[in-house]
């Protein structure tokens, strides 16, 4: 098998697996109160330039983005999202879990535009009904978003602009965050992203590590009783050193960056194989995640050859869109492989 | 004040007025198990030709949609909706506060379209990422629906017969049920109605009750603990005859029908006066809610003039979408003075 | 039947009917911003002297209870009650779906004692694993309690003391207020109860409505959202007349107070006439309910007379507690019935 | 410092360390669908003797213990617990977040009591206000209790016999299962507890792990969606495979009981400790979690010695209770030291 399914078949990071090893003899206090814990909560300060922040380990994205919400929103609010993000589609009502509703709005290339925002918020405050409906009471975005897109700095700067305007705390789903920043063209840094929004996360689970999330609130405004809610939630881990271990190796020596930076230019030269052979593309994709189009019977026989990818949905009766994904793990032969195949 | 603001601005209907005045000294049982509630009961499924029909009386319609759809979904299933449906729009969350999504599909002229269910259930089962989504586990529809439009009998058949494919129950919330019975042109009969959704309510807040909404479980299909589930959601009356009294006067000598009937027709009266002194409407509607555009300047004049209707929201620059409702209580004089003043 | 079952076997006190009849024509408002609601509001708070009250009306106590409680608890808290709460006991987990804990301590005669309240509080924040606990968000006690004992001014001023000192907001349940405000030896008025708390309610269904209750939040203190958290809970009556008008009259020629002092002689009398023939009390209650010991024997032979009446619990195996309840209803005839069958 | 404070201190057992990093470069499935779930679950199976067990891994055990209630209560039930369980005490009210509510009941020395919920259950079912009442839908004991203490073959048969005469389904949380298994005295094995109960997860995290709980549904009867409800509580891993590939290692060559066997040695060691040198304990622990009574002398003088353990709470004014923890990991040398300066 040769996955291109996605970013998290492989196990950990090389280096991240030697340094579970090597603190794995020690004692350490339980809950995210050890000494890597607190590392790693150093690390990512400083890469954010944000000494203000205050960050929290947790398992995966789907428990994260339903801890921060949950924590954030009150009882009567919403969260505003694009139709197609993740806590809309994917994750199996986490958020209305939490007796929250997902307002949804147009998206526009799987991101949200700052217009539409303003716009809904506007007709939100003028509608005569508004206290018979949900209140937005904060923003969701990813970034990179679900069909691999960024916004640019302007297109950040402009949604928070807006959030601000209407205080309101935007939140970015960084899933795939480190995909993002290394991709060519891209104009975010981590100090600016910490500059533009209220709080987010830092993927691990999908770049590096077996799992875990990092979340940063960007100015010393998480909920002061985070930690009972993350309990609340089956959210906080016992041996909290597993998540503090781990981002503490993909913050030293800038290895989160670095295989985050493989990945793409695996993905680049993936995507010139694709462009190669005359493939097109769903959606033009500067980030880890290719939606190719394929016909039935290109997917057929690159099943016979054991490529493993997904079969997002139809583009029409005889084609397919096809989600390849490459990750920190991804290798040249791979590549080859798929190269040699199609 | 001439309102014509909503159809819950006046009391009760003096009938019905009158049998609560003539029961009031009896001591009856407790939470709905008293004569004037199974008196009601049966007189309702006489009426929808259901011998069996389990019914049930709560107090408002919020309350209605979100004990029904959270006595029928399972914790992992939403409710599907069209985008304009009252659920997804005025409930406040209510939906989501029982942790269920509420499922939105495209509308059209405010209704489901058969096909478009059926598309959105076809593409879900299809979906590789269905695990990880909320899987639809009931249909909602309104009749009529948030914007006075009806179904025609053929097209909730269709919509019922897409819900019996996919096995999903059908909802079919009649907070104004009687107004549409009642329309020119419809072709829907209470028991076509019971025959062809599994559970339905029949309004009586917005037709004739003080409050009150008669839910209809078609065939014995009520939960085992719906009394319950009630008591859980706050929705048991402790007096319970309050309701029962009141449906047991709608539902005798046609009064029900009849003054929905006298609704509409005041209804088509307006609907002729804003036609003749040239008015467009918003969209064409048969029932007691009509959608009409005036320009700000007569909003303006109307409001002096100490005429209530709903600013339902902007058309364009120069004109507002206006909803003017009539009920049961509506008088030929406020019609009247609405012609004069116009 | 003659039914000593419970205080909302009647329908509406005339004087309250009345009201809704001479009122039944006129034009209002919806949800509650009608001129009956804001008279009946101007009452109360003169009849608690307390000008900074915010009131809502509700149609009953159990939805009271849930958004009341829902709207003070943050996400992590849990109200603190005594095991015999009505919360605790026959809200069919009204609380719990709310997604809160109601955390009990133990009763004396059906009350909260301050020592343990205080004991319970103190120790929690002495425990080393309170963050893994449920916070203690508020505290709820009733007034009469489910066993119709009543505290006195002081121990109500102890617990609101302790609560004070905690920053944990106090919440009365006055389901049967009135009855508890008029009973012999009572020392607590409105105006001290107003005092002495942050909010409780009135109880209108059981004292003379057909349904409502007014909640009461003493100082200005409702959640600026609460209108949107009553319409999530399906807890805003479209016609908020009803409500509003009701208490209008209850509060009218302090007509609410002499209807409960009324329920309470009619108890008195009973009581004696249960003590004039050698039954013993489970309990000893000063107001409307009533639990006596009965021989299983007596029991069958009430029934047969017709006298409708609460089988509480097995008292051992000859005898059974059941309560009896008087309200505003209750006539002296219906005494005289039972004294003669006893 | 020398730790007796729990038994998630330490990082993994070296064999299980070593299968993650032989493991680690290997392609796998995502979402627990990889061959070393599959290899993990066929060797549980197998040591449960139960070839009916359908087994899920989840990584902590409040999370595992809100998705198995909330997968297996209807929405107007609760789960049954004596008032020291888990779930009920250090869960942050993790439960009543899924809108369940935990009915508790009396323990002694931390267990439930076969007569106590008999009784319960019985009063439940012949109480006239029952419908008002959370109804119980499922039973929850812990083995080891949160205690120490076990149940015996005997009492955890009575109990089941309970569950099963009232249709209950009974769930034993097995935090820390293998250091039940494995005391002396005990007469309950692994297919024992999985003959006498519907669900039970076998603890990870305590029991050499990074983390990770086996749920084992005893008779093909998880929920079918029980996919969906994890992921709905955030409790799916991307990565599966880490939760696989330890169990994988846990259930090879009899590693899990053996390392069990060797954390009850050191603690019955401990416990002949404190004996030869005179104190009294609060109860009679079997198992690895020793409460033991300390002067506050001696707990001053044991945190100046760097010896770590949990302060219990107070026993009276002079002394305190204590809780010392062994685990796989405990090393003989830490026994001496403890001795020494005892």
Same mark, same amino acid.
């Given at each position: 098998?040769?996955?291109?399914?996605? *970013?998290?078949?492989?196990?950990?990071?090389?280096?991240?697996?030697?340094?579970? !090893?090597?603190?794995?003899?020690?004692?350490?206090?339980?809950?995210?109160?050890?000494?890597?814990?607190? /590392?790693?909560?150093?690390?990512?300060?400083?890469?954010?330039? +944000?000494?203000?922040?205050?960050?929290?380990? %947790?398992?995966?994205?789907?428990?994260?983005?339903?801890?921060?919400? *949950? /924590?954030? %929103?009150?009882?009567?609010?919403?969260?505003?999202?694009?139709?197609?993000?993740?806590?809309?589609?994917?994750?199996?009502?986490?958020?209305?879990?939490?007796?929250?509703? !997902?307002?949804?709005?147009?998206?526009?290339?799987?991101? @949200?535009?700052?217009?539409?925002?303003?716009?809904?918020?506007?007709?939100?405050?003028?509608?005569?009904?508004?206290?018979? /409906?949900?209140?937005?009471?904060?923003?969701?975005?990813?970034?990179?978003?679900?069909?691999?897109?960024?916004?640019?700095?302007?297109?950040?700067?402009?949604?928070?602009? !807006?959030?601000?305007?209407?205080?309101?705390?935007?939140?970015?789903?960084?899933?795939?965050?480190?995909?993002?920043?290394?991709?060519?063209?891209? +104009?975010?840094?981590?100090?600016?992203?910490? $500059?533009?929004?209220? !709080?987010?996360?830092?993927?691990?689970?999908?770049?590096?590590?077996?799992?875990?999330?990092?979340?940063?609130?960007?100015?010393?405004?998480?909920?002061?009783?985070?930690?009972?809610? &993350?309990? &609340?939630?089956?959210? %906080?881990?016992?041996?909290?050193?597993?998540?503090?271990?781990?981002?503490?190796?993909?913050?030293?020596?800038?290895?989160?960056?670095?295989? $985050?930076?493989?990945?793409?230019? @695996?993905?680049?030269? @993936?995507?010139?194989?694709? &462009?190669?052979?005359?493939? =097109?593309?769903?959606? *033009? /994709?500067?980030?880890?995640?290719?939606?190719?189009?394929?016909?039935?019977?290109?997917?057929?026989? %690159?099943?016979?050859?054991?490529?493993?990818?997904?079969?997002?949905?139809?583009? *029409?009766?005889?084609?397919?869109?096809? =989600?390849?994904?490459?990750?920190?793990?991804?290798?040249?032969?791979?590549?080859?492989?798929?190269?040699?195949?199609?």
């Amino acid at each position: 098998m040769i996955s291109f399914e996605s *970013d998290y078949n492989n196990g950990a990071h090389p280096k991240v697996l030697q340094h579970l !090893v090597e603190t794995n003899g020690e004692q350490t206090l339980s809950y995210g109160f050890d000494v890597y814990c607190d /590392s790693a909560k150093e690390k990512i300060k400083a890469a954010c330039d +944000d000494p203000d922040a205050e960050i929290f380990f %947790l398992a995966g994205g789907t428990q994260t983005n339903a801890t921060v919400i *949950d /924590s954030i %929103l009150h009882t009567y609010e919403g969260v505003v999202s694009v139709e197609t993000g993740h806590i809309n589609t994917h994750e199996a009502g986490a958020i209305e879990f939490t007796e929250h509703k !997902v307002i949804s709005i147009k998206e526009k290339d799987g991101k @949200m535009d700052a217009q539409t925002l303003d716009d809904y918020l506007y007709n939100f405050l003028h509608d005569g009904n508004a206290s018979h /409906s949900v209140y937005p009471g904060m923003v969701y975005i990813t970034f990179p978003t679900e069909y691999g897109t960024l916004y640019s700095a302007r297109e950040l700067d402009e949604i928070f602009q !807006v959030c601000r305007r209407y205080n309101l705390p935007l939140y970015v789903d960084g899933a795939r965050l480190g995909y993002g920043l290394m991709a060519d063209g891209n +104009d975010i840094t981590l100090p600016y992203l910490a $500059s533009h929004c209220d !709080v987010f996360y830092i993927g691990g689970t999908k770049i590096g590590a077996l799992c875990g999330e990092a979340i940063v609130f960007t100015h010393n405004n998480a909920h002061e009783h985070f930690f009972n809610i &993350q309990k &609340q939630h089956g959210a %906080l881990m016992a041996k909290g050193r597993l998540l503090g271990v781990q981002f503490d190796a993909l913050f030293t020596d800038n290895l989160y960056f670095d295989i $985050s930076r493989h990945a793409i230019e @695996m993905a680049m030269r @993936m995507k010139r194989i694709f &462009q190669a052979k005359g493939f =097109r593309f769903f959606i *033009d /994709s500067p980030t880890n995640q290719q939606f190719v189009i394929l016909s039935n019977e290109t997917v057929k026989q %690159l099943c016979k050859k054991d490529i493993v990818f997904t079969h997002w949905g139809p583009f *029409d009766k005889q084609n397919m869109i096809c =989600r390849f994904v490459t990750s920190w793990a991804t290798k040249a032969e791979e590549l080859d492989y798929l190269e040699k195949n199609l």
